[in-house]
């Protein structure tokens, strides 16, 4: 073991992060326009989700960019000065007014294009514009790009080729000198959780998100992420999920975070425990908590499922991804069990995931949920359940149920004391802790 002392001459040069442009050190979260309203937009759409998340207080629940998606564009650039020229009359008075308001109200604000020809809905797209783009959101007073991959000219089919065609953006962003969050929406090409640290603040890892629970699609061919074939669209969100899970190793504060696309908590096509079920999920996979519902018409259901500030904690906590544990088939489906391990040495996070089509019952071993750290195989926990609030003591092993297409998540907090002080606390803090320290020093002092 490295004493204290040299581990703290060293970390500041381990913990440097390849691309760092001061924001996105966690999770992303906020709204975006497009899984509810699609090109349906207009400055009327974007200012009441911006005035409903003021009044919601979502703010303070970590909600901080409301994001403008495609198709506030006209078909054509300028003819002169070759800008992108935004629709007058679903946006009457601009987009300076609109991001005006928006941060007015207390939030970021974020627009959307694409790394291609045109946008997916066929609107200029910003490949061969980069500079000139930049400075015009820049202008405008944008805080974060999405940044798609339709229409990309056969730009694609290595890794060097995609990365060089994003890398200009990256770069056009950073040469106005304001803070963009970059957020690539790439759909996990080329692999782009190799290279999108480099380069970015997150990265979509799969195709378009579906507003269902595990519906198959022929859009959505792959059933994991090393599949050849075409990322595709309209994926389940179980599909999403079985994608990322291999993937979360690519993620994290010193990274970048693996986007499993914006959240449909709310749209209608899941029931509540598998909309609770999606939440988790994102939240433990350290996705971006982006939602995508009609937020003025949100239901008291999903307010509550949206607004569950543990299941955030774990989000936004500065760590790394849920690790699986194990996956068993059981009749009708699967049983997941995911392991956080959070900044808190004494702290740790257990989701069972049931995506099954009925109500299992099962016993967790302390062997399984400790697997990585068997230091904790022999200690006692109270586990508190996230979604209940029930807790209950546990140590070695416990019983429970699950539900069909439901999570059941707690934290574990560690009560043997004789186990906190035997040697943990000391020899624990790791290099992980002193970068924890020294990005949050630095963030402190900025
Ligand atoms: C703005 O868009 C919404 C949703 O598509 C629509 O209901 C509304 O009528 C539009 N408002 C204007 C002024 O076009
Ligand atoms: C631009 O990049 C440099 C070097 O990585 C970084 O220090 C700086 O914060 C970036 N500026 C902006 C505005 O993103
Ligand atoms: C559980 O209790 C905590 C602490 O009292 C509270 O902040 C949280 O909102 C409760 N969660 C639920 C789901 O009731």
């Known amino acids: 073991m490295i004493p204290i002392p040299l581990l703290a001459l060293v970390a500041p040069a381990l913990c440097l992060k390849a691309f760092d442009n001061g924001v996105g050190h966690t999770p992303q979260m906020g709204w975006n326009s497009w899984n509810k309203y699609g090109c349906n937009i207009n400055e009327s759409v974007i200012i009441s989700a911006a005035e409903t998340m003021n009044q919601l207080g979502l703010l303070q629940y970590g909600y901080e960019y409301i994001v403008m998606d495609d198709c506030y564009q006209l078909k ?136 269902s629970f595990n519906r198959y699609d022929d859009r959505c061919p792959c059933e994991s992420f090393d599949c050849a074939g075409i990322q595709g669209n309209s994926c389940s969100m179980v599909n999403i999920f079985e994608k990322a899970i291999p993937l979360a190793q690519k993620s994290g504060p010193f990274e970048g975070w693996n986007d499993l696309d914006s959240l449909e ?74 392991v956080n391990k959070l900044a808190d040495p004494y702290v740790f996070t257990v989701t069972l995931f049931n995506s099954g089509d009925r109500k299992e019952r099962l016993e967790v071993k302390f062997s399984d949920i400790f697997f990585d750290h068997p230091g904790f195989q022999e200690s006692s926990f109270t586990a508190r359940d996230l979604w209940t609030n029930e807790t209950m003591d546990v140590k070695q092993r416990f019983f429970t149920a699950v ?34 320290d020294t990005i949050l020093v630095s963030k402190q002092i900025s």
């Open 403 to 436: 539900n069909k297409h439901s999570v059941k998540v707690w934290n574990f907090v560690l009560t043997d004391t004789v186990a906190a002080n035997s040697g943990w606390g000391a020899n624990l803090r790791s290099i992980w802790h002193l970068c924890v």
């Open 76 to 211: 054509e650039r300028d003819s002169e000065t070759g800008k992108i020229v935004v629709d007058p009359q679903r946006f009457p008075n601009g987009i300076k007014y609109l991001s005006d308001r928006v941060h007015q109200l207390g939030f970021k604000f974020g627009m959307y294009s694409s790394a291609g020809k045109f946008t997916c809905g066929r609107y200029p797209g910003s490949l061969g514009y980069e500079e000139l783009d930049a400075q015009t959101f820049a202008d405008w007073g944008v805080d974060y790009l999405k940044y798609d991959n339709c229409f990309n000219e056969g730009m694609s089919g290595n890794e060097k080729i995609s990365s060089d065609r994003y890398l200009k953006m990256s770069q056009a962003l950073n040469a106005t000198g304001r803070t963009i969050f970059y957020s690539l929406c790439q759909w996990g090409e080329d692999n782009v959780w190799n290279w999108g640290t480099t380069l970015s603040n997150s990265w979509r890892v799969t195709g378009d998100i579906y507003d």
């Open 265 to 338: 908590v709310g749209n209608g096509g899941m029931t509540t425990n598998e909309y609770k079920a999606h939440f988790t999920l994102w939240a433990i996979l350290k996705s971006p908590l982006v939602l995508g519902n009609d937020l003025p018409r949100m239901s008291q259901t999903d307010f509550a499922i949206i607004t569950n500030k543990d299941i955030i904690a774990i989000n936004q906590d500065f760590s790394s991804p849920a690790v699986r544990v194990w996956k068993r088939a059981v009749k009708g489906g699967h049983l997941s069990l995911l």
